[in-house]
């Protein structure tokens, strides 16, 4: 490994270099430990969590689309639960940032969920507000500036020590809106972009692909998007951010990072190669050390607009 | 313990213009992790495809300087068409051992059921197998009922059954009427293995339940990461559980399936 420093700081957790998993991608980390260590990654951000266990939604989940894939898993978990008992304590076996994903049907889940896990000693709480509040007539929390307050609110209020970083949908209008409203209810950090809805047809049954109908859209596709709407953010707020969507290799990432992000995560491309996450890790230190940076974060918001 | 590795092709021959016969050298898969028949192994595929394509194992075997992997797939879209432009010598990245094959273990008799491109999951248990077993493999027609394939299932069971659709070889009709006539003669099997279109593998299992036989399934469903940990690969349980074909499957117990999801 060359002589550049790679630790990065996400909200006070210091990641020993940026490259984290994304959320959905990664289950709770049993199945690609068998490919290498999980010390080697900066953090792992686990499958998605719901207070109770959810059996998520009717196959086929998955579609290829161009340089991308829509999915509709539908948060399918065993339970926060669950995971403390089990998918916790086999994580903490190895020396990496743990960080768990919620979505609540209702504010209160969400923080009876943070106090679940704030107990259990993860080292970071990713709050995802792309779900249904089923309260507010099942409107995704993500899209209205009050919603997405209100549960930041209440995942601060139950998380006691633990950062919370609130994942960012960019299924909205305009993105530095939500990520104020947020900030302004107290977020240690954000994390985006989480996936994009699409669709696609098989044109001779005319039948959607997906049983769900749509999906989100994830993979190298998304990464302009994911580019602009860090580069949005950075600028409209002061607070760290986790950058994702698309990536594959060290220069997306370094481009997350230039605008704006500290830390990337990267998901979709695990599917083509487990070793992904490893291969952006040593890319990005090739960079830094080309581009003649002692640290990698160096990187972080350095883009120089026109 | 699953590696991803670079594999090369040692053979590749065509069936006719959609059907191909492939033989890999999968270093030690077989010897050190355990490669069998109706497992299966998740390849990359060039021309833009950001997802592997899960190809089933036909038969698994120790040979030097590698142990080889014969599979056998049909061109369906993009990536098995890019698979079957390769040429003897080029390699392939490859993950695997995936999934978890039929359970062949306990002794006794075995009756193998496929249909079309589900058969060559089967062909190592119809070759190999401890046990004696009777197969009955579907086809639409003639012209599919390779030879290069049936041989291997009609030179090692006690009794082959060939059965096509428009009633161009064997016996006309589907597979499971004749799983119902060997049955109904004489059900004293141990298990029935099958794999084939969701449908017949579900007539199938109809028919095993009936003369009381226990009946594995190979089940398939779109994959994404093919290791168990995006959950894209759900199938729905009797019991109102989700499993994963990748990593719980692609075999399951059939009265365990909710046929009606
Ligand atoms: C565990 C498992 C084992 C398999 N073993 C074999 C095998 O031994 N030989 C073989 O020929 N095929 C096998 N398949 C099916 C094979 O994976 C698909 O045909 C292949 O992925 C299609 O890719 P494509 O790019 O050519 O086509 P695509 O363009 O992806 O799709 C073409 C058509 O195939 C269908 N399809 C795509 N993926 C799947 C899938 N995973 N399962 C069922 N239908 C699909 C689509 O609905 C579409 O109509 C297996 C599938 C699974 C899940
Ligand atoms: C199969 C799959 C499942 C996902 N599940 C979750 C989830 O449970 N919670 C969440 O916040 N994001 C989830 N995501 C979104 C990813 O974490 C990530 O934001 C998105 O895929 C963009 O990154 P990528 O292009 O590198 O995959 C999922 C994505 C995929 C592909
Ligand atoms: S394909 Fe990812 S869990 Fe089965």
Known sequence: ?306 | MKVERKCKIVELNRLDPVTFWMVLEVGKMVERDGLRGGQFLHIKCGGGQLLRRPISVAYAGWDEPEDLATLIFEVRGEGTAWLSRRKVGDELDVIGPLGNGFDASQPGRYLLVGGGIGIPPLMQYGECMEWPRTAVLGFRTKDKAFPAITSRFQDHCEQTYICTDDGTLGRHGFVDAQVRDILEQDSNYTAVLTCGPRSMLKSVATAAAEFGVPCQVSMEERMGCGVGACLVCAITMKDGTVKHVCKDGPVFAAQEVDWNA
């Open chain 1, 1 to 306: 490994m060359p002589d550049v420093n790679m630790q990065v700081d996400l909200a006070g957790v210091t990641l020993k270099n940026p490259v984290v998993v994304a959320s959905g991608t990664f289950g709770f980390g049993r199945e690609y430990s068998q490919f290498y260590s999980l010390g080697e990654l900066g953090g792992i951000c686990a499958k998605g969590l719901t207070l109770h266990p959810r059996m998520g939604n009717p196959s086929p989940r998955i579609a290829e689309t161009p340089m991308g894939i829509l999915n509709s898993v539908g948060l399918e978990n065993p339970g926060v639960d669950a995971f403390i008992a089990e998918g916790l304590p086999f994580l903490r076996k190895f020396d990496t940032k743990v960080i768990a994903n919620i979505s609540g049907n209702t504010p209160e889940e969400y923080g009876i969920m943070c106090e679940k896990l704030s107990d259990a000693g993860v080292d970071m709480i990713e709050v995802n507000i792309s779900c249904p509040n089923v309260k507010a007539g099942g409107l995704a929390y993500g899209t209205r500036p009050e919603l997405a307050a209100e549960v930041t609110e209440t995942a601060k209020k139950h998380a006691g020590n633990v950062p919370v970083m609130v994942k960012l949908s960019p299924n909205v209008t305009d993105i530095t809106e939500i990520a104020r409203a947020v900030e302004g209810a107290g977020a240690d950090a954000l994390s985006l972009i989480n996936t994009i809805r699409g669709m696609r047809i098989d044109i001779n049954t005319r039948r959607p692909v997906l049983r769900m109908n749509t999906g989100g859209l994830s993979g190298p596709a998304v990464l302009p998007v994911a580019v602009r709407m860090v580069w949005e953010v950075f600028q409209a707020v002061r607070l760290p951010i986790l950058g994702m969507g698309g990536v594959s290799r060290g220069e997306d990432a370094a481009q997350l990072m230039l605008a704006g992000a500290s830390a990337v995560a990267v998901g979709t491309a695990l599917f083509a190669d487990p070793f992904a996450p490893l291969a952006v890790r040593d890319g990005l230190a090739e960079i830094a050390q080309r581009q003649g940076l002692s640290a990698v974060s160096e990187l972080t918001g350095g883009v120089r607009p026109w």
